[in-house]
Nanobody
Framework: QVQLVESGGGLVQPGGSLRLSCAASGFTFSSQWLNWIRQAPGKGLEWVSS????????YYADSVKGRFTISRDNAKNTLYLQMNSLKPEDTALYYC????????????WGQGTQVTVSA
């Protein structure tokens, strides 16, 4: 019963900021790497960021490096993505994901939260 529920998306102007959250349940949160993946209109899935189980190791796509920050609060079973200096090309449906486990070849995905960057 793995559950990942994203929230925090919305409409923001270019240059603005937004913080996404992902509430997780159904697994040992503190033992898992987690990812943010997005899909822009008319485009395929794009990996955005990953974080290791402790939060000490973070990784970013070149397109968001320096602007986005991934973090986690293991005590709250919550993953975050702080997005600053947003650009129109950041417009996408953002998914919180857990890497593939046995029986889950595509990993576990939330329902997504929509981020729209527009003036």
């Amino acid at each position: 019963q793995v559950q990942l529920v994203e929230s925090g998306g919305g409409l923001v102007q270019p240059g603005g900021s937004l913080r996404l959250s992902c509430a997780a349940s159904g697994f040992t949160f503190s033992s898992q790497w987690l990812n943010w993946i997005r899909q822009a209109p008319g485009k395929g899935l794009e990996w955005v960021s990953s974080i290791d189980s402790t939060g000490g190791g973070t990784y970013y796509a070149d397109s968001v490096k320096g602007r986005f920050t991934i973090s986690r609060d293991n005590a709250k079973n919550t993953l975050y993505l702080q997005m600053n200096s947003l650009k129109p090309e950041d417009t996408a449906l953002y998914y919180c994901t857990r890497p593939q486990n046995i029986g889950e070849p595509f990993g576990s995905w939330g329902q997504g939260t929509q981020v729209t960057v527009s003036a």
